[in-house]
């Protein structure tokens, strides 16, 4: 028996060392994802422990010494000197820097999928989770089967509406990549992954729908276009997308009621003294590019940005009475407390992780759509320090990054 034990705890460790264990969990991060915030925090950290020990110290700072895993160091690198000229306590600081470390674990992901042969689980774990809360939101939606949540918006089971729209834009572009490359050889396949895609599109227009996500689509869609089949593709999806955008105003009273809101609330916004979503919003951003402005080389340091909304609310009243601490716009939260300096290394991030998936590979577009999404979208939410859109950046980045940075080492090696 005692012989048994050793051997099988021989395998286990034999398993972290080779990084099946780590690659495992990975894949079941990207299952948790779409639908639990605890279980992917603890799959997170169960990764972490097996990953660390099956990864060489050289392939790690090779990939810290590049800029796609170098980038998002340094920028977690100046939240912490940041803490050191931010005039609140140091739990404030410290809360402020929370949002940065997800950032440090791109480099091991990088590093580890540089390795590993499981990137296909991954995206087949992700779209196969995906795709059940899709039908599940559909459902809920509609047939009243299955559980709705309190205070929750109809057709969105778990999370929020802005997560779950996020995650079928993703899918539904990626299915539309797979239809391309299957069309000449799996037809049948291929009207079948554009009807998914055409779904999970629905869903954000039918059911719960977000003007970020709608936006991320329209920016994917010309994407899509440009670089499948050029200028004349991004004039063609252009109209395309014209022609469905406006059967989609036409056909969806969900649509209508949200845009018409909106811009109400916008339109209402200097006027009213009532708190709208909208409104809020536009008043947040007013604030941040003054607190900006008042801060612009290096910002107001780690973790400021609650302590400076609410030292600007004093005395006011209405919206301008509103405290935050997130401005709803990354580019923003990062300014406020880093400046120029700051939002200058976040750009340059997004910029190299954009051109890591610059080539016409399955993967690479898979990349692609993680990091425009999370860039787009961080236009209007500070998506790099919400929790789920961080989590998805941060594991799409690294996973299919690293997948594509093998392709490329294997092509050197090649020639």
Partial sequence: MTGALRKSFTLVIDQIRRGETADWFVVAVAVS?????????????????AVVPSLGFASVRREIQSPAGGLPLL???????????ADV???????GLRGYHKLLLIPLLLAQFRRSDRVRWVILGFFVSALALLVLSWLTRYT????????????????????????????????????????????????????????????TVYVATSLTTLVIIAVLLLVFGFRRFGWKGLLAVGILGSVLAGLFWLSSPSLRDRVTHVTKEIKDYSASTSETSAGLR????????????????????????????????????????????NPHNQILAVAIQLGFIGT???????????????????????????????VVGSLFNSHLFDF??????VFGVGILGGTVLKRKQAETKLA
Avoid at 89 to 95: I, K, N, P, T, V
Avoid at 388 to 393: A, E, I, R
């Fill in 33 to 49: 994802l779409p639908w639990s915030t605890s279980l992917t925090a603890i799959l997170i950290v169960l990764w972490l422990i």
């Fill in 75 to 85: 920028l977690w690198a100046l939240a912490v000197v940041g803490m050191f000229w």
């Fill in 89 to 95: 306590d140091w739990s404030e600081r410290l809360g």
């Fill in 144 to 203: 009243g089967l299955f559980w709705e949540r309190e205070q929750a918006d109809p057709g969105v089971p778990v999370k929020d509406y802005i997560l779950q729209s996020g995650i079928f834009a993703i899918c539904a572009f990626g299915l539309l990549e797979q239809a391309v490359a299957w069309r000449t050889t799996r037809p049948q396949l291929a009207l079948a992954a554009v009807a998914m895609a055409a779904f999970f599109v629905a869903n």
């Fill in 282 to 325: 536009l008043e947040f951003w007013k604030r941040s590019t003054e607190f900006v402005a008042t801060a612009p080389v290096v910002g107001h340091g780690t973790g400021t940005i609650a302590t400076l909304f609410r030292r600007s609310a004093s005395g006011s009243t209405g919206m301008a009475a509103a405290v935050t601490g």
């Fill in 344 to 374: 200058f290394a976040l750009i340059s991030m997004w910029i190299v992780h954009l051109t890591l998936f610059h080539e016409r590979t399955l993967v690479a577009w898979y990349g692609l759509t993680v990091v425009v999404s999370n």
């Fill in 388 to 393: 789920s859109q961080g989590w998805l950046y």
